[in-house]
T-cell receptor, first 108, second 114 residues
Framework: GQNIDQPTEMTATEGAIVQINCTYQTSGFNGLFWYQQHAGEAPTFLSYNVLDGLEEKGRFSSFLSRSKGYSYLLLKELQMKDSASYLCAVRVDYKLSFGAGTTVTVRA | DTEVTQTPKHLVMGMTNKKSLKCEQHMGHRAMYWYKQKAKKPPELMFVYSYEKLSINESVPSRFSPECPNSSLLNLHLHALQPEDSALYLC?????????????FGSGTQLSVL
């Protein structure tokens, strides 16, 4: 099986920055994805990394180090609407395996 | 149209019932997926269809029967389910199974088995 680890919960203040780490040990690697999921809703795509380095997209950035089996998602200028679960997912062949998700709570 | 539409949004069924979940996309995607998600757990892959053919079955019990009638539709037929099958069932699609592009998820069907 695939092993994908991320913290269970994080809390941050509106306007702050939060970094969600993800480590993985998988039988292969075809890319790493970050998804956002609000309670009771479907996951929505945030970012995709297949090469080492930082990908920036507005307030969200994602970093990948394949040699370390490590990624992080950086959320800047936090807003209340960013309160959600953030899922790290690794694609191996045709299958996407998800981590358990990190619940981020943004406080005023 | 960049949506994956799932119906119904909520479903309550008894263990002897037969029901179907439906999923539709009109983005021209040729890969479609069923995921199961229990509360506070990550989505777990159940089935993958590529060009209307079943390509992956993650050892799912036969009481779940997928069907892909055409490139836009994906069904999941349910029969003799157990209470532990209660979960959020998510449909997703992507351009191709082989490419590393993102998945588009539907909003899911919240299933309760009594």
């Amino acid at each position: 099986g695939q092993n994908i680890d991320q913290p269970t919960e994080m809390t941050a203040t509106e306007g702050a920055i939060v970094q969600i780490n993800c480590t993985y040990q998988t039988s292969g690697f075809n890319g790493l994805f970050w998804y956002q999921q609000h309670a009771g809703e479907a996951p929505t795509f945030l970012s995709y990394n297949v090469l080492d380095g930082l990908e920036e997209k507005g307030r969200f950035s994602s970093f990948l180090s394949r040699s370390k089996g490590y990624s992080y998602l950086l959320l800047k200028e936090l807003q209340m609407k960013d309160s959600a679960s953030y899922l790290c997912a690794v694609r191996v062949d045709y299958k996407l395996s998800f981590g358990a998700g990190t619940t981020v709570t943004v406080r005023a | 149209d960049t949506e994956v539409t799932q119906t119904p949004k909520h479903l309550v069924m008894g263990m002897t019932n037969k029901k179907s979940l439906k999923c539709e996309q009109h983005m021209g995607h040729r890969a479609m997926y069923w995921y199961k998600q229990k509360a506070k757990k990550p989505p777990e892959l159940m089935f993958v269809y590529s060009y209307e053919k079943l390509s992956i079955n993650e050892s799912v019990p036969s009481r779940f029967s997928p069907e892909c009638p055409n490139s836009s539709l994906l069904n999941l037929h349910l029969h003799a389910l157990q209470p532990e099958d209660s979960a959020l069932y998510l449909c997703a699609s992507s351009i191709h199974r082989e490419e590393n592009e993102k998945l588009f998820f539907g909003s899911g069907t919240q299933l309760s088995v009594l």
